[in-house]
């Protein structure tokens, strides 16, 4: 099993034009609700299901507790949990003392501990995919454009794959899929092999263009 990711564009702190970076980011496959994260547990850990569902209320609500009094909690090989604070107003004059009322709880904060990290980067395995979410690129082709330079390239090479599709339309890799799929079903293009490993051939209506 892999965690699923994609590559988005990182926006230039200053609006600035030019040659853009990319960061990865995961794309999750579910959200797992208390319930579902019980089951999972109950059947890798042989442990009663009442138990852990007793066990993890009591965890929250103590954690919660000790969180409100200004505590960190260390939670085993998890990390630290703490808390940090918002004042309501702003002030740079230390004399201009904040009162506790202009003092509000914003968030709880999790410290990853190093035995956590060190088994999370050796077990987390990664599969590019295409997200759904991601925002996608305004098609500034048509598909007759793309069929055209589809075309151009089969008549230089014997056939195409999916990667080298994608160079030619500037399409993401989810949109070459969909349309190369279009295009077979069409009998424009045929398919041979499978997986990674497929290439693309000239099928009988795209010679007859």
């Not at 138990?51 to 960190?72: H, P, T, W």
Request: glycine share 6%.
């Amino acid at each position: 099993m892999s965690a699923h990711y994609d590559l988005y564009e990182t926006p230039s702190p200053k609006g600035e034009e030019g040659k853009k970076s990319l960061h990865a980011r995961v794309c999750p496959k579910k959200t797992y609700t208390q319930e579902e994260f019980i089951d999972y547990v109950t059947r890798f850990q042989h442990l009663p299901k009442s138990q852990l569902v007793g066990a993890l209320d009591a965890f929250i609500e103590g954690l919660r507790y000790l969180l409100a009094e200004g505590n960190i909690v260390e939670m085993g090989d998890l990390g630290f949990f703490s808390t940090s604070l918002k004042c309501l107003k702003e002030t740079d004059d230390e004399e201009n003392k904040i009162g506790s009322k202009s003092v509000v709880f914003q968030n709880v904060h999790l410290r990853i501990s190093r035995e956590f990290r060190k088994k999370m980067t050796k077990e987390m395995k990664f599969e590019r995919v295409h997200s759904l979410t991601r925002k996608q690129k305004k098609i500034t082709t048509t598909v007759e454009e793309r069929m055209k330079r589809l075309a151009n390239f089969l008549k230089l090479n014997i056939c195409i794959t999916r990667k080298e599709y994608i160079g030619v339309t500037g399409l993401t890799p989810y949109e070459a899929m969909n349309e190369l799929n279009s295009f077979i079903s069409q009998g424009i293009l045929r398919r041979r092999g499978s997986g990674r490993s497929a290439v693309y051939v000239s099928g009988e209506k795209l010679l007859a263009e």
